[in-house]
Each structure stands twice: as C-alpha cells, then as structure tokens.
C-alpha cells in the first residue's frame, strides 16, 4: 500500500495549567494510504513544535520534513517501518525533535500494518507466535499535596482495587528531608502493607546524587519497588554516580529519552535497573522495541512510560506483551477529559487487576470522531505570505 | 539590566537546495533590554521549528516556551546567564528541541552581556586577565563531485592562501573505496604536501565502523589531519568499536550535539580525539564552553563546528580563544550570500593567515540591518484561530 496522507492534529482542553499532567493536551498523526486504510499515533511532546517537524520547509539535505519524508511512500511489511524510520530521521538529521515528531507517525505506521496484516502489533514485533501477557497496572498519580492528601489518595486507589501505585512530582524534594519521608510513609500507609509503591521524584534532585542516595536509604523502610528520576534526564554521569553505590532502593528513569541512545546511554553507562521508556518520545514502537531487546540482554526491567490517552497505552503494551517478566505496567488514573475521551474504549482492567493487550489488528483501539473534533485546535502556519500548514479538516 | 523583548526571525535564500550546505537559511533571534541594549544569536536549526519553541503554548510544568522562561527576566551578570539557561532548559524539559532553539538567545544573552560589561566575551568566559589567541582557519568545503574537481578546489584554496581545509560529505562514501582514495588523494595532491587535510565523510557509515577504520587505514598515506563523522551521531557504541582499535588516523566528532551529554557521551564512551561542537546547536556557548572544560581534562582537542554567518563563526570563536593549544578553526568559504552579508563585517584571515577574536564588547560582530531585511521571511502561526507568533517588524 502506498501512504497518501500524513495529518499531524493538535488537541487540547480548554485550561491547561502548570501541572506536571500530561493529559492536557495531544499530538495526534492520521495516515491514509491508497487502499482506504488509516492508522493513529500519539506522541507525548509540545503539540505545535512537533507540528512544525512535518511541514518546515528544507533547510538543506539534512533538515527535511516528516511528511516530505513519508508521502508517496510505500508500506507492506515491517521491514518498510524499520525503513521509513531510518529515512526520516536521517532526512531529518540536524532536527533536533524528530524523535518526538515521528514518534506519532511510528504509532501509526505500525497501526496500519497491523490492520492490514491482520495482526495485532506484538505479533508483528514477536512473530505470529508470541502470546500477549497480562500486565499489573500500577495507578499513575501525582503525590497529594501534604502527606495526609496523599494517604488519602493511596487509600482511594486500594479502594479501586489498585495492588501497585506510583506517586511523584508535587512537594516531593522540595520541603526537606522529613516532608519528603513522610510523604512515602503515608503512600504506604494508605495502599497497604501488601501492595506495591512506587515513588517518582520527578528530577527535582537535578545532578544531586548524593542527596538521591540519602534519600534511597530513608525511603528504604516503607520497601518502595524504585525510585524514579531522582536526577534530570541528560545526568547520565550522575546516575552512574548514583547507581555504584548500590542505593537501597532501585534507581529507575529513562521516560526523557528522546533518542535510542539516550535509552542505551542511561542502562550501560547509568546503570539504572527499570528503564522506563516512552514511544511517544523515543521515536515511536520501533526504538521502544529495541530498547526492550536491549534491557533483556542487560537483565534490566522494561516498563512503559505512558501519561497520554489510551492510545499511547495500547501503543506501550505491544512493545514488551510478549515478555512475561516485564510485567509492570505504568496506567494513568484520571487524566483529563480529553485524555479518557480520545478512543472510543479504554483498556480496562480485568476481573484479577490485570491489563490485556489488544487482540485485534493494529493497536486496537480507535480514536473518537467525537472526542477528536470536540478538543480539536486547528492550526495554520504561514511563511514569506504563503500557507505552510494548515489543520487538515477532521 | 530587564530582557524586555525576545524575537525569533527566519531569514532564507530565495532558492534552497538538498546540498549539505548550512548556509542556505538562517535562525536568529534578538533580544532586548530596558536600558536600550540589544543582543543577536544564530542557532544552527530549522528555523520554523525552533521558532515554535520561541511560542509553543504550555502543555504542562515541563513544556513552556523559550519567550515566557526569558521576558522580563533580570540580566545582570554571567550568573544570570547560567541560571536562565538552567531555567530555561528545565521549563523546557520535555521539549526534545530545546537546545536547538535556545542556542541562538544563549549567544544574544552572551553579546548582550559583553556589551553591557565592555567586554568581550571571551573574557567574561575565561577572566578578565584571559587572552585570545589566533587560530589557523581550515577552509571548509565540499568534496568536489569528481576527484578532478576535487584537485581544482584545493588548487583554488592553496592559491587563496589556506594552510588547512576540509573536504566533506558529497561523493564520500558513496562510490565504493577507490573512489573515496582519489578524492582524499586529490585533496592532498591540490592542497600541497605541507598542508592540513581534514576529511568529513557526513556520517556515509552509519554504524558500519568496520569500513570506518578501514577507511582510516587506506587515507592515512595522504596524511589527514582527522577522519571526522565516519558514523551518525548517536552511533556512540560504534564509535567506541571504532576508537578502541586505534585507527590510522584519529577520529573527530560532535558537531551533532544538542546536548551537552551528547558531546560528553562521545568524548567519554565514543572516545574521539577530537570534540567538534556547534554553539547554534549544543545550547549556546554556555555549555560549548562547559565541553571545551571537559576536553581540556580529557587531552582532546576542542574544535568549533560552524556552517553559518560569521555571527555563529565569532560566537564560536570566543569557546576557546583563551586556549592556545586549540587553534584550529572551522572556517566557511564560500556559503550563500546571505551568510556573506549578515554582519557588516566578517572575521577576515590576517596577513599570517590566522583569524583573530573581536576584541570589541559582546561577540563584537553586527548585523547587517539591510541584508536582515532583504533575507527576512515573516512568519505567522495561529492556533484555534488566535495567532500565536507574529514576526516583529525588523
């Protein structure tokens, strides 16, 4: 089949505030191919910047556009995936964000493919016969603003049924050592003795490695299963630092990486032992993949990143559902409107806590018409006078 | 002194070609302060798409544009320079182009600082007491199509006085290994025996370091100074297959870092001699000064890498005019005529063929206000019918 139609969209809701909430808003990219075929990816990054990735013009041979890159091109089999994502990045080579920008075209390349195979995509990255597993969702939320609020957010998500949640960002890090051990002590208390907590301190440490070890040690007694990005993204010597020294609680990071080797980067040289990886970053399925390949190698846990619709979720538990020790699964809890109301399902969890991946060809879910013409935010980008995008209709 | 505008300006040739020839557009922004100053910066990057990070809305804590972490900003000092680049780069953390983008206010904030302090600044870099030192230009230019036209380039530049030049990308590569022989041959043979020939071969492996080190081996008769970018520029793993096994003729890289761990990465793990850094690409010369620190501990040699106006070419030269052992110096010839004109004037070759830092305050380059308005193509985005950047008026 031959691609005739690459749409990037942005969606967003009405307020957007400064919150570390990803759901805010949304890069979506439709592509349409001869034969009546469309597929969808999301990517988890700037909407308009990633927007300008497909339609700025040449700069020179290595500052080419996504859409230049993938229009009239032909796609039949997985190994045109791996093509058209060498392509493009390599036309795009001097463009910082292509990762992010193609990140939604990879989705739905692989999207298409699988619909016209007739295959779900773990199929098509683990051979047709490779078995889907079911996954233990952790709930993803933001800590409570004082311990309290946060004991009580944890006692909401056992109430739910939750096993495993993971909380970050907020006050973490930023009101002292005490605060911050009372923030882990009460996401204990809350989710209960036999449940999993995870503790995301969203970078606030910077390149402060010390300070993440200390703070590794008193976490320690409420038996987090890790301690997310203590350190920024890029402080890879840090980390290593950091990982040495054997913290007493597992150092897991890796949703900043933008690139494969910033992924590579962060578990040979970092040393961290969950890496954490976003297809809506990353590039898209194609990297995220082999970053997975690579954490097996290396006996480091595989786990998703994922704070967008279920559409990047879908996208996420392709990537490692063949891997039966990779069970962790990273699950927003609340999200935006938008974010619930983008596909016209949701990935739900089962009778036993668990998450299955989609069974039917391509990710599997679809997108809402509804939802996607109700947040849609039209755009146009002119240059020198002349249109060089603009929104195509929904 | 308060930064009380910051504006992002795409200049281009009225005819752009796939030639890797970073001349043919321009990224540049200028700033401005309450006490009448302005400064200028040139990122090396698709000007449409670092101009959207210039407007990008927020999406949440971690993607906020470049114009809302700098206006109305304090600069006082080259502290302020460092935290609003800190500052800047952490609102700015999940947007992958950050760098690329920032790279041109890093240098306007640098010119306006000089100019604000009477300095130049290199000086406010290295101490007042730091002295510049001359750097001998290599000439960089294409690999002629042919050997032949190769030999009449070099011809050419011996006859215009060069001591050094660079042949790159083109041809390279592409025609099996005899012909990758006699264009090197020819380059020697046209430059002159005592010489410096550097060959780029424009990333032409990939992640094929095998033909890269047999490359080195079968160059090395003809004595190039350095084998740069035989590999892309994330292939860090390949780079370090390559390096470990000495080749023939030492390897240079990094002009592809929009990171400062990326050039860190490279000289730490990739283990090139070599550190080739783009200020209009890594961030600005806050962290190109931060790698030239790191190579002057490591024993590699720091180089610029610059394909622009001589905006980038002062910007860059004030990194490492302090250090005289790094005096090799990227150095443009030909290029658009918009890169010509730019500035009112260029850093011209002295009568000893060395090129010599501005000693004037701030980068001590202007810019040209009529070739600004005569390469100027306006921009306009909306978004949901609002626009959301207009160019200001030059």
């Known amino acids: 089949m031959r691609i005739v139609s690459v749409d990037p969209?942005?969606?967003?809701?009405?307020?957007?505030?400064?919150?570390?909430?990803?759901?805010?808003?949304?890069?979506?990219?439709?592509?349409?191919?001869?034969?009546?075929?469309?597929?969808?990816?999301?990517?988890?990054?700037?909407?308009?910047?990633?927007?300008?990735?497909?339609?700025?013009?040449?700069?020179?041979?290595?500052?080419?556009?996504?859409?230049?890159?993938?229009?009239?091109?032909?796609?039949?089999?997985?190994?045109?995936?791996?093509?058209?994502?060498?392509?493009?990045?390599?036309?795009?080579?001097?463009?910082?964000?292509?990762?992010?920008?193609?990140?939604?075209?990879?989705?739905?390349?692989?999207?298409?493919?699988?619909?016209?195979a007739g295959q779900p995509v773990y199929k098509l990255l683990d051979g047709a016969s490779a078995t889907s597993h079911p996954k233990l969702p952790y709930a993803s939320v933001l800590f409570g603003d004082t311990p309290e609020l946060t004991r009580q957010r944890a006692t909401d998500l056992r109430h739910q049924g939750f096993k495993a949640a993971k909380f970050g960002w907020g006050p973490m890090g930023k009101f002292g050592r005490e605060n911050d051990v009372a923030l882990v002590r009460a996401a204990r208390e809350g989710l209960g003795d036999d449940a999993t907590v995870l503790v995301d301190a969203g970078v606030v440490w910077g390149h402060d490695w010390q300070t993440a070890l200390q703070r590794a040690a008193d976490f320690a007694p409420f038996r987090p299963g890790w301690l997310e990005e203590p350190l920024l993204p890029d402080a890879i010597e840090d980390y290593r630092r950091l990982c040495t020294r054997k913290p007493a609680v597992p150092i897991a990071a890796g949703e900043g990486s933008g690139r494969y080797r910033d992924a590579e980067?962060?578990?040979?040289?970092?040393?961290?032992?969950?890496?954490?990886?976003?297809?809506?970053?990353?590039?898209?399925?194609?990297?995220?993949?082999?970053?997975?390949?690579?954490?097996?190698?290396?006996?480091v846990t595989y786990v998703n990143h994922t704070f967008k619709s279920h559409l990047s979720l879908a996208a996420s538990i392709h990537v490692f559902a063949a891997v039966e020790g990779f069970e962790i699964l990273e699950y927003v809890m609340g999200g935006s409107s938008l974010s619930r109301e983008l596909t016209t399902e949701m990935l739900k969890r089962g009778a036993d806590g668990r998450v299955r991946t989609p069974e039917r060809p391509g990710l599997g879910v679809d997108v809402s018409p509804a939802a996607f013409k109700k947040y849609l935010c039209p755009v146009r980008i002119e240059a020198g006078g002349k249109a060089l995008f603009e929104s195509a209709p929904p």
């Open 265 to 299: 980067d962060l578990l040979l040289n970092g040393g961290v032992k969950f890496i954490q990886i976003d297809v809506g970053r990353i590039g898209g399925i194609t990297p995220a993949h082999r970053v997975r390949k690579l954490a097996e190698e290396h006996g």
């Open 9 to 116: 969209f942005y969606l967003r809701m009405p307020v957007v505030t400064d919150a570390a909430d990803g759901t805010q808003d949304s890069f979506l990219v439709r592509i349409r191919t001869d034969n009546g075929l469309e597929g969808w990816g999301e990517s988890d990054a700037s909407p308009i910047v990633s927007l300008s990735v497909y339609c700025c013009p040449m700069s020179h041979g290595n500052i080419v556009s996504i859409r230049e890159s993938l229009l009239g091109e032909t796609l039949g089999g997985v190994e045109d995936i791996h093509r058209l994502h060498a392509k493009t990045l390599r036309n795009g080579l001097d463009i910082q964000h292509i990762h992010h920008a193609y990140s939604a075209s990879d989705l739905a390349l692989w999207d298409l493919l699988g619909k016209h």
